[in-house]
Each structure stands twice: as structure tokens, then as C-alpha cells.
């Protein structure tokens, strides 16, 4: 079973399932326009659940408002885990594996790019990583955290066009650090980390042949 967010055969945006064996497919969320978005589709509690970040867009006079929120598959109801993620700043990115943490990026061309984690409960943000370019972190699935919760791998965008870059971000004292691979450019995709965190998959070669 896979969780995505993606575009069905009617058109319509939102989160699904697929099932890998049979190819069907199931709906969990779908956008409406200019008034819903949802965002970073993740299983939770050992696959029987999924979360995501729901977007209510900004309306006349209403603010944009983000939430994040669970969707259990056995009971097919939708329940808020954070209702207001006040001081969530930018583009949702993902969670920690213990929940405790979400990810987001800020930064609209020509500002620098910069990861912000927040916490719900404290509703407190802080930065961990910040690069000299505009959307620097844009590709929704490129961001993977270690089991323990201590820091993430994530797919940057480089100096060059179509560059790309794998950088380690602990969220301890420690400064983020370029992970040296041997691999001049990385196609701008998601990315997976083995659970021991000593190994990680990503797509490498010519992005436009890709």
C-alpha cells in the first residue's frame, strides 16, 4: 500500500492510496479550489493511519489557516492532531517519526531559502538550515529523517541549474553537512533513507533525460 498526493483520472487533486498488488486506488482527501489544499501525505501508527497538512487558503477576510491532521483507514474519519499551527511558516515539508516535530520552508525568491522546525506544543519554530538561493527546498518527499529523531537528509538545490545536493541536517549544535557522494547532480526527487540510517536512495543522471 502506498500513500500519495496526486492527480486522479478525473482531474482532481488530493491524497490517495494504491494498493501496489491490484493497481486500485483509493481516495482520502480531495482539493478544492481556493478553498482546501492538502500537503505531505505520511502513514502513521503502524499503517493504519495517514497524515497530512490541510491548507484552508486565505478567503476575503480570512487568513490563510494550516492544520495537521490524521485520517484513520480503518474507521475512514478525519480527525485534527493540531487544529491552528500558528507560527508554521511557509511550505509543509513533514513530520519526525515520533510526531513531535513538523518542517516547513520560507523564503520567496529573491530571499534565501530556510528550513524552520516547529513544534505544535510549544508552538515555537526555530531554523536549522539556511542556503544563499530561492527555493532552495521545494520538492515535497525529498526530506527523510533518521529513527532517532536527531536530524534529516534532505535534497537541496544547487549552485547550478539542476543541481542537486544531499545534505545532513542535525537539530543538535552540530552544522548541517554536504553529504559527499560522488555524484555530480541528483534528479530533483523524493529521496529514502534506510532505517538503520547508514544508506540512502535517491535518482542520479541527466534531469532532462530523466
Given amino acids: 500500500l502506498v500513500v500519495l498526493r496526486g492527480v486522479d483520472l478525473q482531474g482532481r487533486e488530493g491524497v490517495f492510496l494504491v494498493e501496489t498488488a491490484t493497481g486500485s486506488v483509493r481516495t482520502v482527501a480531495l482539493k478544492v479550489r481556493d478553498e482546501v489544499g492538502y500537503y505531505v501525505p505520511q502513514f502513521a501508527r503502524a499503517g493504519k493511519a495517514v497524515t497530512y497538512f490541510k491548507e484552508r487558503f486565505r478567503r476575503g477576510d480570512q487568513p490563510r489557516r494550516m492544520s495537521y491532521v490524521e485520517w484513520d483507514l480503518t474507521t475512514n474519519t478525519e480527525r485534527s ?34 528550513l524552520v522546525v516547529y513544534d505544535p506544543s510549544s508552538r515555537q519554530a526555530r531554523e536549522v538550515f539556511r542556503v544563499p538561493r530561492p527555493n532552495g527546498f521545494t520538492t515535497e518527499g525529498a526530506l527523510q529523517w533518521t529513527d532517532d529523531n536527531r536530524a534529516f537528509v534532505i535534497n537541496v538545490r544547487g549552485e547550478k541549474d539542476n543541481e542537486r545536493e544531499l545534505w545532513r541536517v542535525p537539530l543538535d549544535d552540530k552544522q548541517p553537512r554536504r553529504m559527499d557522494i560522488g555524484v555530480g547532480d541528483l534528479v530533483n526527487s523524493p529521496i529514502a533513507l534506510h532505517p538503520d540510517g547508514t544508506q540512502v536512495a535517491f535518482i542520479a543522471g541527466d534531469p532532462v533525460a530523466s
Avoid: I, K, M, W
Avoid at 511550505?91 to 531559502?113: C, E, F, I, N
Fill in 81 to 114: 492532531l493540531h487544529d491552528d499551527l500558528q507560527g508554521f511558516v511557509g511550505y509543509p515539508l513533514g513530520r519526525s517519526p515520533d510526531g513531535r516535530l513538523l518542517v516547513g520552508v520560507t523564503g520567496d525568491a529573491p530571499a534565501p531559502s530556510t
